[in-house]
């Protein structure tokens, strides 16, 4: 009956109590939905990431990590390594990779660039570059003349060159000499970090390992795509104690920033809800006080006729969280209905692609929360009913019956 | 037996630096089944006295024995508990639950005394049929006149089926035909069901109606007598 109690009396003042939910309605439509435009974003930009540019685990001679010299292979070659790798179930591929810096140049300019020596079967299934080369940017590793790379686009405007073009790479070789080679643009990428796409042209690994005069089976990464991405810290542990003379690190190692976002996130988005609710929190203490003076005397015969403080206390909780948990809940179904849909139409920010691409951001957002979000909201929103009943509750436990009941 | 006894009862009020005495030694007994009219100018005592009877206030000295029990020596919590069981209260201004029914407002106190729901309906019916409320059981306090409203709050105060019933000026904002209709439920429960009613009063109305009435004058009892009531034509 006090449940009962209490939900009419947040009615009473009809106006008043609409006006603090749809507050909080809003205010958490608002920031359920920035927070899905920032999970989204941060999310697509570690899809994005990993899926093109660091792969679930590396494994690296430890001497090339500090130094990325081209003498410093892993020392085995890669077939030992790519035995185990084929016996762990959560390993969906790996592709291992010649990786150094060289220069690469046109007719029209240079710039330094990370030349990878891959074998395009082997990469296409860890990478998603063959992917994203477009219909009329040729293809991956696919005809043409001479000795095939594919660039990125951003490169193909720095060098001014086109599909076919023929781009100069000079490097060092095992020897320290320098040497170089030409080869045709068979295909032209693009992902959304139009760095990485300046930065990494594609070659065949044996070609490379002909011009820098070193064994075909050598190589200075292996990079591995996990079937289970939730088992890479196993599988990591794993291979580290099979190849302690490897270094055996997976993406938030090799690119700490991009773990950062990933792991402070959540993080972010549960203090930029919980100042929300603060905020709004604030809001429903004012009602609360307010119906509480207004309700003196009624509380106080309350507490004459025997209403013991605790119920007293759990009525005015009660009225406080159903407050709360309406707007919350109006404002919860408000975000999801907004997130879905974005999440299918995605957020087009094209007039600002440059810049998130220059900063590895796909310039359409889709934004994306998970259900795990929603409970752990709906319970902030509890508790801060609750938290937002404490002072007005006593408040009113303060009341003495005698003097309450009078009270005109 | 007294189900009331009061003994040296003492109290005192400080307005700013003057010290005002509301009781100044109240020795006083009521029976089970008296229909008791307290009265007395503005300031005589009369709300501080039945304040203290009804445990919501405590005295500076003295004792107030209820069914054995002294009132003033118990803690907050189980006064609180004692009133819910044993003592009714009419307020001046009905002090009903707006956002309930009149039936759910005389069920409320049985729910606090965890009444099953089955039985305190079926008593909250019979008490509103008693004060002639069996037809506006759905009605809210909003819907209802104040006459209405204050029988409605004396079905509440008898749910809880206590030992008496404190009223405080029960009419004070009644029109006349709410007060012979309430004074007439009052009297027929005191009569028929022997429910002791203790109350202040300015009205003479009221007061012409008390068995016992007791005149209270800067905190002492100037008198106290039995009445012979006045019986309506």
Same mark, same amino acid.
Do not use: M
């Given at each position: 009956m006090i449940w009962s109690v209490a939900w009419k009396n947040i009615w009473r003042n009809r106006m008043r109590s609409l006006v603090v939910v749809m507050a909080i309605a809003l205010g958490l439509l608002g920031g359920i939905f920035s927070s899905a435009v920032l999970k989204g974003t941060s999310d697509q930009r570690v899809r994005e990431a990993v899926s093109r540019e660091t792969s679930?685990? &590396?494994?690296?001679?430890?001497?090339? $990590?500090e130094d &990325?010299?081209?003498?410093?292979?892993?020392?085995t070659g890669y077939k030992p390594i790519a035995a185990v790798l084929d016996t762990i179930r959560s390993v969906e591929a790996w592709s291992p990779r010649v990786k150094f810096m060289a220069m690469a140049g046109s007719a029209n300019a240079g710039i330094g660039v990370m030349v990878n020596g891959i074998d395009p079967d082997l990469e296409r299934q860890v990478t998603e570059i063959h992917s994203l080369i477009c219909d009329t940017c040729g293809g991956w590793f696919k005809g043409g003349r001479g000795v095939p790379i594919v660039v990125g686009q951003a490169l193909v405007k720095k060098l001014k060159v086109r599909q076919n073009s023929k781009i100069i790479l000079t490097f060092q070789d095992m020897q320290g000499n320098l040497t170089g080679g030409a080869f045709r643009i068979?295909?032209?990428y693009r992902t959304s970090n139009s760095v990485f796409d300046e930065m990494n042209v594609f070659?065949? %690994?044996?070609? $490379?390992?002909t011009l820098l005069g070193a064994d075909s089976l050598l190589s200075h990464e292996i990079a591995i795509r996990m079937k289970d991405p939730d088992e890479t810290a196993r599988v990591q542990k794993l291979l580290q104690s099979t190849f302690p003379d490897l270094k055996v690190q997976n993406w938030k190692e090799i690119d700490p920033i991009l773990g950062m976002l990933n792991d402070f996130m959540d993080l972010w988005l549960y203090l930029f809800m919980g100042i929300i609710l603060l905020a709004l929190g604030f809001g429903i203490v004012n009602t609360m006080l307010m119906a509480i003076l207004e309700r003196t005397r009624e509380l106080g015969m309350l507490a004459a006729i025997g209403m013991n403080k605790f119920r007293l206390f759990l009525m005015i909780m009660l009225e406080s969280v159903f407050l709360s948990l309406t707007g919350g809940i109006i404002g919860i179904i408000l975000a999801t209905g907004l997130t879905v849909y974005t999440r299918h139409t995605g957020i087009n920010l094209g007039s600002f692609a440059e810049g998130f691409e220059k900063i590895g951001y796909n310039p359409v957002l889709y934004p994306s929360l998970d259900l795990y979000f929603f409970i752990n909201l709906t319970i902030l929103v509890i508790f801060?009913? $609750?938290?937002?009943?404490?002072?007005?509750?006593?408040?009113?436990?303060?009341? %003495?019956?005698?003097d309450a009941v009078r009270n005109e | 037996m007294s189900i009331i006894a009061i003994e040296n009862l003492e109290k005192s009020y400080h307005d700013s630096e003057i010290e005002v005495r509301a009781l100044n030694g109240i020795n006083l007994n009521f029976e089970e089944g008296e229909f008791t009219a307290i009265v007395g100018p503005s300031g005589s005592g009369k709300t501080t006295l039945l304040n203290m009877i009804g445990g919501l206030d405590k005295p500076d000295r003295g004792t107030i024995l209820i069914g054995g029990n002294d009132i003033t020596r118990l803690s907050s919590r189980k006064l609180i508990d004692f009133r819910l069981r044993n003592i009714g209260f009419v307020f001046q201004s009905y002090n009903l639950i707006p956002v309930l029914t009149a039936m759910e407002n005389v069920e409320f106190i049985m729910h606090l005394q965890k009444i099953p729901r089955a039985d305190r309906e079926k008593r909250a019916m019979e008490l509103l049929e008693s004060v002639?409320?069996?037809?506006?059981?759905? !009605?809210?306090? !909003?819907?209802?006149s104040g006459g209405q409203q204050q029988r409605v709050a004396v079905a509440r105060a008898l749910a809880s089926r206590p030992a008496f019933i404190l009223a405080d000026e029960p009419t004070a904002n009644l029109d006349s035909q709410s007060t012979r209709n309430l004074l007439g439920i009052m009297e027929r429960l005191n009569h028929e069901e022997q429910v002791t009613f203790i109350f202040s009063t300015h009205d003479q109305r009221v007061v012409e109606k008390a068995h016992r009435i007791i005149v209270l004058e800067d905190g002492k009892v100037i008198t106290d007598r039995e009445n012979i009531p006045v019986v309506e034509p």
């Open positions: 679930h685990l &590396q494994l690296h001679n430890p001497k090339y $990590i &990325q010299e081209v003498t410093y292979f892993i020392g068979c295909g032209i070659v065949g %690994r044996s070609d $490379i390992c801060t009913g $609750i938290l937002a009943s404490l002072y007005p509750a006593r408040q009113a436990l303060r009341l %003495r019956p005698a | 002639g409320l069996g037809d506006r059981i759905h !009605s809210r306090p !909003s819907k209802l």
